[in-house]
């Protein structure tokens, strides 16, 4: 029996073969649809996984076809798309701990961090998310917070199961969607909820208003909602790309 070798491409080259633009193959590696193989920083791509998707199911050669999910059922779907006017530089990869000054003179230290580059309607900014510990309604929870340019973009607090990360959708960076309103395309595919259920807690200060709910890992995710929050207060359209 002859055993075949695997042909593993890089992403530059996966996304050639397929004849689709970078930014979409990442998009579906992030999205869980196209498996990879990751060692340190380096990505790397299967061919013979990237011909199985293709032939996969009733032949449909697009492979996120299979995981739709509009009610938001915990597949690989839900993650939150790249929005319209982002462009990825650098992929988000493991960084040094770092602390934060809020305006009420706190200081936060956030123990684990994630850096890479984007670039919003054309201006680069580094992409910085970290992870900490704060008290929310009266617990103790994890939290994620992304900075865009140093600038604090979006916050995620751990929810009520610990197995994901949640945060209030603002449209136009200011006031939430209202349950039982349609959230901004960009957030139509991905897995939203009131806040409240997601983080299982209430009082002073906590919105029920809808939040989008990622997977504990997805800080791609966090740092697209995070650009969408600063495009919205710009009066950009919250779109796909």
Excluded at 77 to 99: K, N, Q, Y
Excluded at 123 to 128: G, P, Q, T, V
Excluded at 132 to 137: D, F, H, I, Q, T
Excluded at 209 to 216: R, T
Aim: proline share 7%.
């Amino acid at each position: 029996m002859t055993h075949q070798q695997t042909e593993w491409l890089d992403e530059q080259r996966a996304a050639d073969w397929l004849g689709v633009p970078v930014a979409a193959l990442q998009e579906a590696i992030a999205s869980r649809v196209i498996p990879v193989l990751k060692i340190g920083e380096l990505v790397r791509i299967s061919k013979s996984a990237l011909l199985g998707l293709g032939t996969a199911g009733n032949g449909d050669a697009t492979p996120a076809a299979a995981h739709t999910s509009p009610s938001g059922n915990g597949t690989a779907s839900e993650a939150l798309p790249v929005p319209r006017g982002v462009i990825w530089l650098e992929e988000l990869h493991p960084t040094e701990s770092f602390d934060y000054k809020w305006p009420n003179s706190e200081t936060e230290n956030y123990h684990r961090a994630w850096e890479g580059s984007i670039t919003v309607n054309g201006d680069k900014y580094i992409a910085r998310v970290g992870e900490a510990v704060r008290e929310v309604g009266g617990a103790m929870r994890g939290r994620l917070a992304v900075f865009i340019g140093g600038y604090p973009a979006c916050e995620f607090v751990k929810t009520a199961d610990g197995a994901a990360w949640a945060s209030v959708i603002k449209p136009d960076g200011k006031k939430t969607v209202q349950p039982g309103t349609e959230p901004p395309a960009l957030y139509r595919r991905a897995r939203v909820m009131p806040n409240r259920q997601a983080i299982g807690l209430t009082g002073m200060g906590l919105t029920n208003g809808l939040a989008l709910v990622i997977a504990e890992d997805d800080y791609r995710s966090a740092v697209h909602h995070g650009a969408a929050r600063r495009l919205g207060r710009h009066h950009f359209p919250v779109e796909p790309a």
